[in-house]
Structures are given as C-alpha cells and as structure tokens.
C-alpha cells in the first residue's frame, strides 16, 4: 500500500512539472513570434485574423425577425462577435432591431 502511495505521489509530481514545462514553452513560443511579426511589421495583428462579416446582410436578417442564433448560424460566427461588429459600426439594438446609433 505505502508502494502504491509513493507511487502515486510520484507521479503527480512528474505530471505537474510536464504541465509547467508545457506552459512555459507555449509562453516562450508565443513571446518569440510576437517579436518576429513585430520585426517584420508593426502593421500586423497577433493572432486570428478577422471573419468578413455582410453587416448589411445581418442588420437586414435581424430587421425581418430572424433570432441572434439564426444570424449566428448563417453566417458562422458568434453571436457576441456579431454584436461588438455592429456596435464597432456604429449601430444599436431597440425593441429587437438594429438602427444607427
């Protein structure tokens, strides 16, 4: 039995120093690209790019009835994304519709 729990604990150990080893290659991975796009350009964004979204489109959708979900469906992406989008664009949301701000 005291095998096993020495066993046990050993084990957690090693595991939990891989997760830190992970950790800190990942961080020290992300650090090192973030300074090769800066080298290269101060225009570029670190991370995902952008989804083109049809706002037109989507004020439209929302406007005839269609649900957030719905919207969200169509055009594959969040629903809170959507939202920042329009507000980013300068619009706001009464009673269900979309109008400019």
Sequence with gaps: MINYVIFKNI???VAEWK???ILENTQRGREEL???IEAVTMDK???RTAKKINLRSVIDMKNKGMTWA???DYVTVSVP???RRLKDAGYAFESGRVVKA
Excluded: W
């Design 81 to 83: 994304t959507i939202q």
């Design 19 to 21: 997760r830190v080893e």
């Design 45 to 47: 964004r670190f991370g």
């Design 70 to 72: 719905n919207i969200s």
């Design 34 to 36: 973030k300074r090769k």
């Design 11 to 13: 084990l957690s150990h």
